[in-house]
């Protein structure tokens, strides 16, 4: 939220228009997560091809986190979505619910069934996690 906010004040510094500054922050800052999110999956199979966790220094607390982004990729868009949104951007669930055009009770719903997927994802290895619910 501060590299959006950031880049907000560097766009009306250069005089750009801006019509509603928290909708593009919000928007910002979740594209700024998707992005961060596919850094971190190219990463991973780097990773993968470079060293195992046994010979790496410090692999093991990385490989740690990208079993979470693994994990977070097995979920559906919209679990994603409410998920970063929820965690990483901290919003409350009305406006999670005003971004993604549903319920509060759908994203109560929604986050809980993102919760029980990512805890039994992140309890077996990665090649028996099952995409999406």
């Known amino acids: 939220?501060?590299?959006?906010?950031?880049?907000?004040?560097?766009?009306?510094?250069?005089?750009?228009?801006?019509?509603?500054?928290?909708g593009w922050v919000m928007v910002t800052s979740f594209n700024l997560i998707k992005s961060r999110f596919r850094r971190r999956r190219v990463e991973r199979r780097l990773l993968g091809r470079l060293a195992s966790p046994e010979t790496a220094p410090?692999?093991?607390e990385a490989i740690h986190g990208l079993?979470?982004?693994?994990?977070?990729?097995?979920?559906?868009?919209?679990?994603?979505?409410?998920?970063?949104?929820?965690?990483?951007?901290?919003?409350?669930?009305?406006?999670?619910?005003?971004?993604?055009?549903?319920?509060?009770?759908?994203?109560?719903n929604t986050l809980h069934r993102a919760r029980e997927h990512l805890r039994e994802a992140l309890d077996r290895p990665p090649s028996q996690v099952v995409r999406g619910r």
């Open 1 to 22: 939220m501060a590299e959006a906010t950031a880049r907000l004040w560097e766009r009306l510094d250069r005089g750009e228009d801006i019509h509603s500054i928290e």
């Open 58 to 60: 410090g692999a093991h």
């Open 67 to 108: 079993d979470v982004v693994h994990a977070l990729g097995t979920l559906s868009v919209r679990q994603q979505e409410a998920v970063v949104l929820r965690y990483y951007l901290d919003l409350e669930i009305r406006d999670i619910a005003t971004a993604q055009g549903v319920a509060e009770g759908t994203v109560k």
